[in-house]
C-alpha cells in the first residue's frame, strides 16, 4: 500500500531533550515536506527537500532540523526542544516538486514539550 | 504574496441538507487552489484541486468548487451532507507561476453534521 509513515504517533517529552520524528514513503517520491499544525493557524510548512542531499527552510523553520540521506526518509529532528513547539506534525511527499502533482499527507505525530 | 482566508471557522449543517464552505484566495500569479480534509486523528486527503483548466472542479465523495477569479473565491460545495462528511476542511493555495509545491494553508473550517 503507497503511504507516508511518521513514528512516533504521540511523543511527550521535556525542555532541551533532543527528539526525532521520522518519515518514511514508499512512492519513491522525489519531493518531501515537514508541516506543523497549531490551532487557529492552518499547517505552515517547516522545511522541504526536492531530492536526496537537497532540502530547503519553509516557513517556520527555527528550531528544527531536517536530512535527506535516502529517498525514502526525511527525519525531523528537534535538537533542544522547548514549549512552544507542542503542535501537530505533518510530514508529506510528493512525486516531483510541481504542483501540479498531489502531496500525500502522514498520520501525523502530536508533540508535547514540558 | 499568496494567502487564503477561510471565512468560516465552523459550518453546522444537517444530514441531507446542501454544504457551503467559503474560501477567497489572493495570488499575484495564476494560482492553483486545493482543498483537503482531515478526518479527526488522519492526515490530509484531497479532495480536489484548480489547475487552470475548468473553472467547475468535481472532486472525490460527491464535493465540488468553482474558481472564480472575478470574486478570488473557491468555494467548496456539496449537495446532501453526510455523518462521514463531518471533518475540518482546508483550502490551500499555491503559485502556479513558480509550479513549485509551495502551498499555503487556510486556517480551517470545521464541519459538524448533526442527525
Known amino acids: 500500500e503507497a503511504q507516508v509513515t511518521q513514528n512516533p504517533r504521540y511523543l511527550i517529552t521535556v525542555t532541551g531533550k533532543k527528539l526525532t520524528v521520522t518519515c518514511s514513503q514508499n512512492?519513491?517520491?522525489?519531493?518531501m515536506s515537514w508541516y506543523r499544525q497549531d490551532p487557529g493557524l492552518g499547517l505552515r510548512q517547516i522545511y522541504y527537500s526536492m531530492n536526496v542531499e537537497v532540502t530547503d527552510k519553509g516557513d517556520v523553520p527555527e528550531g528544527y532540523k531536517v536530512s535527506r540521506k535516502e529517498k525514502r526518509n526525511f527525519p525531523l529532528i528537534l535538537e533542544s526542544p522547548s514549549p512552544n513547539q507542542t503542535s501537530l506534525y505533518f510530514c508529506?511527499?510528493?512525486?516531483?516538486?510541481?504542483?501540479?502533482?498531489?502531496?500525500?499527507f502522514g498520520p501525523g505525530t502530536r508533540l508535547t514539550v514540558t | 504574496a499568496q494567502s487564503v482566508t477561510q471565512l468560516d471557522s465552523h459550518v453546522s449543517v444537517s444530514e441531507g441538507t446542501p454544504v457551503l464552505l467559503r474560501c477567497n484566495y489572493s495570488s499575484s500569479y495564476s494560482p492553483s487552489l486545493f482543498w483537503y480534509v482531515q478526518h479527526p486523528n488522519k492526515g490530509l486527503q484531497l479532495l480536489l484541486k484548480y489547475t487552470s483548466a475548468a473553472t467547475l472542479v468535481k472532486g472525490i465523495n460527491g464535493f465540488e468548487a468553482e474558481f472564480k477569479k472575478s470574486e478570488t473565491s473557491f468555494h467548496l460545495t456539496k449537495p446532501s451532507a453526510h455523518m462521514s462528511d463531518a471533518a475540518e476542511y482546508f483550502c490551500v493555495v499555491s503559485d502556479m507561476n513558480t509550479g513549485f509545491q509551495k502551498l499555503v494553508f487556510g486556517t480551517g473550517t470545521r464541519l459538524l453534521v448533526s442527525p
Open positions: 508529506a511527499s510528493s512525486l516531483q516538486d510541481r504542483v501540479t502533482y498531489e502531496q500525500y
Open positions: 512512492m519513491n517520491h522525489e519531493y
